[in-house]
């Protein structure tokens, strides 16, 4: 959940952003990535990193390299991701040589290999895992055993589970290293205990022999690797014709790791398949991870399978699938049911996930609710649903998706849904702008009493729009009903309504009503009545307290009249810079008047007061974004 601590660190970085500082436009990317004190947006996430990226900071032209490669949030461009990895390792950068390395390891192991020893000696333990392998198979290097050794040693060092297993390995052996049983169950049980299912079995297989550390390993050399290699590599493959679901996955391990055989992945993935088909759940495991790893979406199925059968680390896997919100198939109550199945095996993860969910999604479980009764019929809430995607609040923020839902709802005749819908079509949010179509579910929310509906079409009868006959009395039926409703824009457009039928005291009456409920337009002619003494005493004082009111809510024709009135000093003293800065802001947003009157207003004035002005109205642009935010 977004904290008004994060939102406030979201701004503040955000004005260092704007003015081109490549640390704070890569933070603001990560924020927008990771909907911390702003909604998710993942265009507005690239457009920041890449902006960052462009003014050399390291880290974002690598993160944009990667979101390149992958294809996340941006088309996938190899090309693209090529240019920023090797832009990021130019200046230094570890895991950016690693990319290239991979990048270029099926057609030119000699260059892969060069990046992966640039990208080890600058610490990446990705990197001498890499350098390990290429020097133990001679890939793009002469082989080098003892090499080999050492930068799988570097790797296996810094945590990775996969060094660990094959310094283990060649521990086990005595490839590039004497021979050594205690260590090599070091670094397996080093592995295993990180969950790696290759070390796993490894310390299975050698307990399973019924023979110590140092026996096992002894008489594996006595009896020579390469004949022990093949005598066990036949046997399993002989078990395999009439073996049963046991066997199946020891071949797929054994293929996966190249144990006895040549490696081959997918030879392992065959016998991981018919494994667990057989419903062995460490060959669906085996199988789920090596799918993920290649971004396939059949591992969902095979964690489904494993999940099942009580597996907990696929548990969890469902569960956090089921409640991401960008999964088509995203459920949340069966999402927790998984986590709390994993949580009953005394899993810890699985009740910290189920806690955070609890603590941070409260809204994302209304939102889901919502969706159930939804997805049963209710038209309520369809249209619950429908102002989720709106908003934003509980999902990510889709107009389109959000329109869809309005439209079941109002289908069903559910007022706020068809008034919402034709706000849509009036505006063209989240569907193609169609006045005919607007018109139409406006004016059947507008027969049920909808107070928005009616406004909307009494200002639309009240302007001739769109082809509809101008009918200022049904504006005026309309807008009152809304009005006496306390729709307060109601309220606002029937005081402009008497105002254009010059009946200024009524005209005061509702304005004034919208106005001390702080509808801003209705500040500002209310404002315009005290000046000009329309169904009211004339009074600059006044005046000027409501244009406040309104300029401060941002609407530029009161913050240009405002400006106007501290160059006259009426209702207040004179003041050309604070009449500047009003103008200044009016200008900004687009109001022609005081463009006029901003460019006379500055050749009035020195240089520091100009200065002066352009600090108030830049700070007074701060607190209202801030305040927007909030």
Same mark, same amino acid.
């Given at each position: 959940?977004?904290?008004?601590?994060?939102?406030?660190?979201?701004?503040?970085?955000?004005?260092?952003?704007?003015? *081109?500082?490549?640390?704070?436009?890569?933070?603001?990317?990560?924020?927008?990535?990771?909907?911390?004190?702003?909604?998710?947006?993942?265009?507005?996430?690239?457009?920041?990193?890449?902006?960052?990226?462009?003014?050399?900071?390291?880290?974002?032209?690598?993160?944009?390299?990667?979101?390149?490669?992958?294809?996340?949030?941006?088309?996938?461009?190899?090309?693209?991701?090529?240019?920023?990895?090797? %832009?990021?390792?130019?200046?230094?950068?570890?895991?950016?040589?690693?990319?290239?390395?991979?990048?270029?390891?099926?057609?030119?192991?000699?260059?892969?290999?060069?990046?992966?020893?640039?990208?080890?000696?600058?610490?990446?333990?990705?990197?001498?895992?890499?350098?390990?392998?290429?020097?133990?198979?001679?890939?793009?290097?002469?082989?080098?055993?003892?090499?080999?050794?050492?930068?799988?040693?570097?790797?296996?060092?810094? *945590?990775?589970?996969?060094?660990?297993?094959?310094?283990?390995?060649?521990?086990?052996?005595?490839?590039?290293?004497?021979?050594?049983?205690?260590?090599?169950?070091?670094?397996?049980?080093?592995?295993?205990?990180?969950?790696?299912?290759?070390?796993?079995?490894?310390?299975?297989?050698?307990?399973?022999?019924?023979?110590?550390?140092?026996?096992?390993?002894?008489?594996?050399?006595?009896?020579?690797?390469?004949? %022990?290699?093949?005598?066990?590599?036949?046997?399993?493959?002989?078990?395999?014709?009439?073996?049963?679901?046991?066997?199946?996955?020891?071949?797929?391990?054994?293929?996966?790791?190249?144990?006895?055989?040549?490696?081959?992945?997918?030879?392992?993935?065959?016998?991981?398949?018919?494994?667990?088909?057989?419903?062995?759940?460490?060959?669906?495991?085996?199988?789920?991870?090596?799918?993920?790893?290649?971004?396939?979406?059949?591992?969902?199925?095979?964690?489904?399978?494993?999940?099942?059968?009580?597996?907990?680390?696929?548990?969890?896997?469902?569960?956090?699938?089921?409640?991401?919100?960008?999964?088509?198939?995203?459920?949340?109550?069966?999402?927790?049911?998984?986590?709390?199945?994993?949580?009953?095996?005394?899993?810890?993860?699985?009740?910290?996930?189920?806690?955070?969910?609890?603590?941070?999604?409260?809204?994302?479980?209304?939102?889901?609710?919502?969706?159930?009764?939804?997805?049963?019929?209710?038209?309520?809430?369809?249209?619950?649903?429908?102002?989720?995607?709106?908003?934003?609040?509980?999902?990510?923020?889709?107009?389109?998706?959000?329109?869809?839902?309005?439209?079941?709802?109002?289908?069903?005749?559910?007022?706020?849904?068809?008034?919402?819908?034709?706000?849509?079509?009036?505006?063209?949010?989240?569907?193609?702008?169609?006045?005919?179509?607007?018109?139409?579910?406006?004016?059947?929310?507008?027969?049920?009493?909808?107070?928005?509906?009616?406004?909307?079409?009494?200002?639309?009868?009240?302007?001739?729009?769109?082809?509809?006959?101008?009918?200022?009395?049904?504006?005026?039926?309309?807008?009152?009903?809304?009005?006496? *409703?306390?729709?307060?824009?109601?309220?606002?457009?029937?005081?402009?309504?008497?105002?254009?039928?010059?009946?200024?005291?009524?005209?005061?009456?509702?304005?004034?009503?919208?106005?001390?409920?702080?509808?801003?337009?209705?500040?500002?002619?209310?404002?315009?009545?005290?000046?000009?003494?329309?169904?009211?005493?004339?009074?600059?004082?006044?005046?000027?307290?409501?244009?406040?009111?309104?300029?401060?809510?941002?609407?530029?024709?009161?913050?240009? %009249?405002?400006?106007?009135?501290?160059?006259?000093?009426?209702?207040?003293?004179?003041?050309?810079?604070?009449?500047?800065?009003?103008?200044?802001?009016?200008?900004?947003?687009?109001?022609?008047?005081?463009?006029?009157?901003?460019?006379?207003?500055?050749?009035?004035?020195?240089?520091?007061?100009?200065?002066?002005?352009?600090?108030?109205?830049?700070?007074?642009?701060?607190?209202?974004?801030?305040?927007?935010?909030?």
């Amino acid at each position: 959940m977004t904290t008004g601590r994060d939102k406030a660190t979201f701004l503040r970085t955000l004005k260092s952003a704007r003015l *081109g500082l490549p640390d704070a436009q890569y933070e603001i990317g990560l924020m927008y990535a990771n909907g911390i004190g702003v909604a998710q947006d993942f265009k507005q996430a690239i457009h920041w990193i890449r902006l960052s990226a462009e003014r050399g900071h390291v880290p974002a032209q690598y993160l944009l390299g990667t979101r390149y490669l992958s294809g996340v949030a941006i088309e996938k461009n190899e090309h693209q991701a090529f240019v920023w990895f090797l %832009r990021a390792a130019s200046q230094g950068h570890a895991k950016a040589y690693f990319r290239l390395g991979k990048l270029h390891s099926v057609s030119h192991p000699e260059a892969a290999f060069f990046c992966y020893q640039k990208g080890a000696e600058l610490g990446s333990s990705e990197a001498q895992l890499a350098v390990g392998q290429a020097f133990a198979k001679g890939l793009g290097v002469s082989q080098d055993l003892v090499q080999a050794f050492h930068w799988c040693k570097e790797a296996a060092n810094q *945590g990775v589970p996969a060094a660990q297993h094959a310094l283990a390995d060649m521990y086990a052996s005595g490839l590039g290293v004497e021979v050594d049983a205690d260590a090599a169950f070091f670094w397996y049980r080093r592995a295993a205990i990180q969950r790696y299912a290759p070390s796993q079995v490894a310390l299975e297989r050698l307990d399973g022999d019924g023979l110590g550390r140092s026996q096992a390993l002894g008489q594996s050399r006595r009896r020579g690797a390469t004949e %022990r290699r093949q005598t066990l590599a036949k046997d399993w493959m002989e078990a395999a014709e009439h073996g049963d679901a046991n066997v199946w996955y020891h071949l797929g391990l054994m293929f996966e790791l190249g144990l006895a055989v040549a490696q081959d992945a997918e030879l392992a993935e065959v016998w991981y398949s018919r494994a667990g088909h057989g419903e062995d759940v460490r060959a669906q495991m085996a199988l789920a991870r090596m799918l993920e790893a290649r971004q396939e979406p059949s591992s969902g199925m095979w964690y489904s399978r494993a999940a099942d059968q009580g597996n907990v680390e696929a548990q969890v896997k469902v569960g956090e699938s089921l409640l991401d919100v960008n999964n088509p198939d995203c459920d949340v109550f069966q999402g927790l049911a998984w986590f709390l199945q994993a949580g009953q095996q005394h899993d810890r993860g699985a009740w910290c996930a189920l806690a955070d969910t609890f603590h941070k999604d409260a809204q994302a479980l209304a939102s889901a609710s919502y969706r159930k009764a939804a997805n049963l019929g209710d038209a309520r809430s369809q249209f619950l649903v429908a102002s989720g995607y709106a908003t934003g609040i509980g999902v990510s923020r889709d107009l389109v998706v959000a329109v869809s839902w309005y439209k079941l709802s109002a289908e069903q005749g559910f007022a706020e849904a068809q008034s919402a819908l034709g706000a849509c079509y009036l505006a063209g949010i989240g569907v193609p702008a169609d006045f005919r179509q607007a018109v139409e579910w406006l004016q059947k929310a507008a027969d049920q009493g909808d107070a928005k509906a009616q406004w909307n079409m009494g200002s639309i009868f009240a302007s001739g729009r769109g082809g509809v006959k101008r009918d200022l009395p049904a504006a005026f039926a309309l807008c009152k009903k809304a009005a006496a *409703g306390g729709f307060v824009p109601a309220q606002a457009t029937l005081g402009v309504l008497f105002t254009r039928v010059r009946d200024y005291a009524q005209a005061a009456l509702w304005l004034h009503k919208a106005a001390e409920q702080g509808d801003p337009e209705a500040q500002y002619n209310l404002g315009l009545a005290y000046i000009k003494g329309r169904g009211v005493v004339a009074d600059f004082g006044v005046a000027f307290r409501w244009m406040v009111k309104a300029a401060e809510q941002g609407l530029a024709p009161a913050q240009a %009249r405002l400006g106007l009135l501290y160059v006259t000093g009426d209702g207040v003293a004179l003041d050309p810079v604070e009449a500047h800065k009003w103008l200044i802001l009016a200008s900004k947003a687009g109001d022609s008047a005081a463009m006029g009157n901003y460019a006379r207003s500055e050749a009035q004035l020195g240089l520091m007061q100009i200065a002066e002005a352009q600090r108030r109205a830049t700070a007074w642009m701060d607190v209202s974004a801030r305040k927007l935010k909030l």
